[in-house]
T-cell receptor
Framework: DGGITQSPKYLFRKEGQNVTLSCEQN?????MYWYRQDPGQGLRLIYYSQIVNDFQKGDIAEGYSVSREKKESFPLTVTSAQKNPTAFYLCASSTGGTQPQHFGDGTRLSIL | AQTVTQSQPEMSVQEAETVTLSCTYD???????LFWYKQPPSRQMILVIR??????QNATENRFSVNFQKAAKSFSLKISDSQLGDAAMYFCAYRSGGTYKYIFGTGTRLKVLA
């Protein structure tokens, strides 16, 4: 079945450590997105990519980095510069037009 | 810049009753799309309903319908015959026709009372 796979489901980060969250889609969607969700809050856009080898900053890009080397993959790195990384991270993809975004099941990142 | 506002942080409804969740947005665009997503405790994001701005007819999906008032920039969600499984966070989202970027509201937590 087509869909979006995020891994791992749970991730723990030590102080000063970079961690990478994986997002893979087999929907053949052009655009991919990363959102951060804090408890009881809405979704805030970190980065998005409309095509391979191109991406744009969202509203809260500081302390995060991404790459889009393949259409299917859009990994997110949470760097040590992100001082408050504890949150739920959602990856999504879309094909534009009237079609909605499709979401992965999320990754919960915590600080050790 | 476009914004999406959900003014009701939390709503409650009795099982089998009807509830309306409000959403307003601000845009100068004429071509755009609007969506309602449901996020149950599992935190999976599920599309509830979508509306194209150029369509005057309100979208309907079974017990879910919208009241789309383009001039007022309002996009409310009506849930009829509420069920316990409808309890969730509901997010309103906007996307301009010219971009891939989505803008989400802050969400409304819906509680369904047995």
């Amino acid at each position: 079945d087509g869909g979006i796979t995020q891994s791992p489901k749970y991730l723990f980060r030590k102080e000063g450590q970079n961690v990478t969250l994986s997002c893979e889609q087999n929907l053949n969607h052009d655009a991919m997105y990363w959102y951060r969700q804090d408890p009881g809050q809405g979704l805030r856009l970190i980065y998005y990519s409309q095509i391979v080898n191109d991406f744009q900053k969202g509203d809260i890009a500081e302390g995060y980095s991404v790459s889009r080397e393949k259409k299917e993959s859009f990994p997110l790195t949470v760097t040590s510069a992100q001082k408050n990384p504890t949150a739920f991270y959602l990856c999504a993809s879309s094909t534009g037009g009237t079609q909605p975004q499709h979401f992965g099941d999320g990754t919960r990142l915590s600080i050790l | 810049a476009q914004t999406v506002t959900q003014s009701q942080p939390e709503m409650s409804v009795q099982e089998a009753e009807t509830v309306t969740l409000s959403c307003t947005y601000d845009t100068s665009e004429s071509d755009y799309y609007l969506f309602w997503y449901k996020q149950p405790p599992s935190r999976q994001m599920i599309l509830v309903i979508r509306q194209e701005a150029y369509k005057q007819q309100n979208a309907t999906e079974n017990r879910f319908s919208v009241n789309f008032q383009k001039a007022a920039k309002s996009f409310s969600l009506k849930i009829s015959d509420s069920q316990l499984g409808d309890a969730a966070m509901y997010f309103c989202a906007y996307r301009s026709g010219g971009t891939y970027k989505y803008i989400f509201g802050t969400g409304t937590r819906l509680k369904v009372l047995a």
